[in-house]
């Protein structure tokens, strides 16, 4: 019978800060990946006016080395001020609310191993309540990211984070900033569902292995079977969330969805 007890050891500020400070590490290391992702997402634009010719962007490798060739190796990181911003807040909060919900779900008294669903029902609550709360971040974080390489004398959207922020509420409004708000909760829920829930599953599997103990080998392979499903199942619906924010032309997120499919083609979601 596992003894929920251990758990109390750890406050919710302590996860809080560990878990943000932790997602904000891999943030830095992963963001050059993440854009050349986001402009493979976007990349319809560039060449839905052209008719014709061969898309600027092909492959991840590929992506990264066209942004560093023509834009410096530096703009891979761009949009880093708002993308740690945004796992302050969205990893701290759907990691360290994770435990508590859970537990007040099934109730403090409850003994052995909590259901499936219970870890999936929290998941899904606190990936959503982090995202709504850092979904401004998010936003930001996509329009720097989208920038490509702009013609001699055309100047840039923004000059940097701050100047996005101020921008998209000056010309938007305040609500602008929860743009694509729709796919991105939708996105971050199932995904936090995904990551959290199969993390827990697979190392509850694992360590019901005869000889099998806690250690950081057990942590490895369920954070990669976590990892695996994440990115499998929640793909779709982050290219919507990310073309709503990058593009202001869709009315929703069922026409963003619903043109992608028109006028390009399944896989594009999963890109």
Request: charged residues 20%; contains cysteine; positive net charge.
């Amino acid at each position: 019978m596992a003894d929920l007890s251990p758990r109390s050891e750890i406050s919710f500020l302590q996860t809080f800060l560990c878990s943000a400070f932790a997602a904000c590490f891999a943030e830095f290391c992963t963001i050059p990946l993440d854009t050349a992702k986001v402009r493979l997402q976007l990349q319809k634009k560039a060449v839905a006016g052209d008719g014709a010719g061969a898309p600027k962007y092909r492959g991840l490798l590929g992506t990264m080395a066209t942004i560093a060739r023509e834009e410096g190796l530096a703009a891979l990181w761009n949009g880093i001020i708002p993308g740690l911003q945004r796992q302050c807040i969205y990893g701290g909060l759907r990691i360290g609310l994770y435990d508590p919900v859970k537990i007040f779900l099934v109730g403090s008294a409850f003994g052995g191993d909590i259901p499936l669903f219970h870890k999936i029902l929290a998941a899904l609550f606190t990936g959503a309540l982090a995202i709504i709360v850092a979904n401004p971040t998010d936003l930001v974080k996509v329009r720097l990211q989208s920038e490509g390489k702009l013609p001699a004398g055309v100047p840039r959207r923004y000059a940097g984070a701050l100047d996005a922020y101020s921008t998209i509420v000056r010309q938007e409004g305040l609500g602008a900033l929860w743009t694509g708000l729709g796919p991105n909760v939708a996105r971050n829920a199932i995904v936090n569902a995904a990551e959290l829930a199969s993390y827990d599953q697979v190392k509850e599997t694992i360590l019901k292995i005869p000889g099998s103990t806690d250690n950081i080998l057990t942590h490895i392979l369920a954070g990669l079977g976590a990892g695996f499903f994440a990115v499998s199942i929640g793909s779709p619906v982050d290219v919507v969330k990310s073309r709503m924010m990058g593009d202001s032309t869709y009315k929703n997120t069922f026409d963003c969805f619903v043109k992608t499919l028109k006028y390009e083609a399944v896989h594009v979601l999963l890109r």
